[in-house]
């Protein structure tokens, strides 16, 4: 992490117990938050502006955020921000089969009146989410944010400093890498990462059906990937469809009139007549996990730490639980009088987070390979194994509480 041009140009500036988060995209806003209210100086620094960023348009972009990461969010004060525009997932249905030829007789069928705790999450639009945060830091006294970008780090005696493209320096305490799936932050402290490309491309629109959807999110598994239909508040739904690249790539090309006569078989009638909502935009697949969560005085969360495929739809559930995990680590050494960015404490959050993260990287990773063919005997396969989940009641609650994000060690912020 060490950079010597760093060191050479620092300037004499304050805040040198600040936490420096640099990302200031969702995961860095909520740790930032969960820090501030814990009674610590945070510095959140974002290439955009907070003006860019608040004023997202409506394009499709939605959250499946499970009932952990709503408790987080409640916790830090940004739920009752939100609530009036989240839709609770009450049930979810999964399906195999073949676009235009409608599911297979097995399937899985999870309730949400199987537990005790409520809806396993609710979806939520990425522009409601992103605003609150950001109002949320503008109200919040221990937080300031600096519209710059990160050239340079160096560790600094029991501090961090950070160059900006101004030539300005932040100084810290420690620094967080919240800065996406290439984070320049993870380069620069010398962490390499794992990972691949599935060679498949997600389209991501909104889209309007004539019937409602009554809380039910669809995960439709198809050869060339999974078509996840989750509800939205109103008769508006959001689709994450997975496709090979180069099938995604001539769909993207085409007119909205055009590219929803291919959606159709595909989404089928159940919900009615179908039409687009605002923007449809595309991303590439892939899985990236870096080979550490911690380098000296620094941490990583979020897409920084571990992408994923969308499949279980746990991208920013994981996220969130690193930004509790992490906030509960510092918080609990800040009150033992530690150094709270000691090796010893970093590594407390790294052996809380680094292996439930690389599983659940695993299990996407398999989930989408087994789902993603059409070769005959592993559709047999799948399709049976999904019909005896379905009829076996402890292992479907198994599964729901899985996917409410209740299991495993839970961060106090994430515990009702």
């Known amino acids: 992490m060490d950079n010597p041009t760093s060191r050479s140009i620092l300037k004499d500036m304050t805040h040198e117990n600040d936490i420096l988060i640099v990302g200031g995209g969702l995961n860095g806003p909520a740790l930032a938050l969960a820090l501030a209210q814990a009674g610590h100086g945070v510095t959140v620094i974002d290439a955009q502006t907070s003006e860019i960023r608040k004023d997202a348009a409506f394009d499709g972009r939605g959250y499946a955020l499970a009932l952990a990461s709503v408790r987080l969010l409640r916790a830090i004060e940004i739920w009752d921000r939100v609530a009036e525009n989240a839709q609770p997932m009450l049930e979810i249905k999964v399906s195999d089969g073949r676009a235009g030829e409608g599911p297979s007789p097995f399937f899985m069928h999870f309730d949400h009146a199987e537990i005790e705790e409520g809806p396993m999450g609710h979806m939520l639009e990425d522009r409601f989410l992103r605003r609150a945060f950001l109002e949320a830091m503008d109200a919040e006294p221990r ?46 402290a010398g962490i390499k990462r794992t990972g691949w490309g599935y060679q498949q491309t997600a389209l991501v629109a909104a889209i309007e059906h004539e019937l409602p959807h009554n809380g039910i999110a669809h995960q439709f598994f198809m050869p060339p990937g999974p078509l996840a239909i989750l509800p939205l508040p109103g008769n508006v739904s959001s689709i994450v469809w997975s496709e090979t690249a180069e099938t995604a790539a001539q769909f993207d090309a085409l007119d909205d009139d055009e590219f929803m006569e291919i959606l159709r078989p595909r989404f089928g009638d159940f919900l009615g007549d179908i039409k687009l909502r605002g923007k449809r935009y595309t991303y590439p697949l892939g899985l990236t996990l870096a080979d550490s969560f911690i380098a000296p005085r620094l941490a990583l969360i979020g897409d920084a730490a571990h992408g994923m495929h969308p499949i279980a739809g746990q991208g920013l559930n994981a996220g969130l639980r690193d930004v509790a995990a992490l906030a509960q680590v510092i918080s609990e050494a800040s009150k033992r009088g530690e150094d709270i960015a000691a090796p010893d404490v970093l590594a407390r959050y790294q052996q809380w987070r680094r292996f ?15 789902f993603s063919n059409d070769n005959g005997l592993l559709r047999l396969g799948r399709d049976l194994g999904m019909g005896l989940i379905g009829s076996m009641p402890g292992l479907r609650r198994s599964f729901i509480r899985e996917a409410a994000g209740l299991t495993g060690e839970l961060p106090d912020l994430m515990k009702a």
Request: aromatic share 0%; glycine share 12%.
């Open 356 to 370: 439930d993260t690389a599983t659940l990287a695993m299990v996407t990773d398999v989930t989408n390979r087994l």
């Open 143 to 188: 937080i300031r944010q600096i519209t710059g970008k990160v050239v340079a780090q160096a560790v600094e005696g029991a501090g961090v400093a950070l160059t900006l493209d101004n030539g300005d320096v932040l100084q810290g305490c420690m620094a967080i890498g919240s800065d996406g799936r290439a984070s320049e932050t993870a380069t620069r």
